[in-house]
C-alpha cells in the first residue's frame, strides 16, 4: 500500500472490520473515514460517551496548553523581577531597568524599597 490508491482501496475493502488505522495511512481524509467508519455501527450510547470522551480530551488538552502558557509567562516575569533587582543592585537608572525588562517604574520602584 504505497500509491493513495491503494490505500483507499484497502479502506474500502476492509474498513469494517480493522481494531486500528494503519500506520501509514497518515493522510487526513483517510485518517477521517475510519472515524466515520468506526463511529458508524455505534449505538446511540455508544456515540454518546465516545463524544463525551473526546470532549474530555479536548478540554484536557486546553487546560494543559493554559498551563504551559501561563508557566512560561510565570518565568518570564520572574526572571525579568530578578534582572531588575540585579541592576537595581549595580545603580543602572530607571529607564534603562524598565527598557530592558519591561518592569514599570512602579514595580521597579517596588524592588528597590524592599531590598
Known amino acids: 500500500m504505497e500509491t493513495i490508491t491503494d490505500k483507499w482501496i484497502y479502506f474500502i475493502k476492509h ?3 480493522l481494531d486500528f488505522i494503519p500506520t501509514t ?6 485518517r477521517e473515514a475510519f472515524d466515520i467508519a468506526n463511529t458508524a455501527s455505534l449505538t446511540e450510547e455508544e456515540l ?5 470522551r473526546r470532549d474530555f480530551i479536548y478540554l484536557q488538552r486546553g487546560a494543559l ?3 504551559r502558557h501561563d508557566g ?3 518565568g518570564e516575569k ?3 523581577i530578578l534582572t531588575a533587582q540585579k541592576m537595581l543592585d549595580d545603580a ?3 529607564d534603562v531597568i524598565h527598557k530592558y525588562t519591561g518592569l514599570t517604574h512602579e514595580q521597579i520602584e517596588e524592588l528597590r524599597e524592599k531590598s
Open 15 to 17: 474498513a469494517g472490520e
Open 78 to 80: 520572574h526572571a525579568n
Open 48 to 52: 454518546d460517551v465516545q463524544f463525551k
Open 92 to 94: 543602572f537608572p530607571l
Open 72 to 74: 512560561i509567562e510565570y
Open 25 to 30: 495511512f497518515v493522510e487526513p481524509h483517510l
Open 65 to 67: 496548553e493554559k498551563a
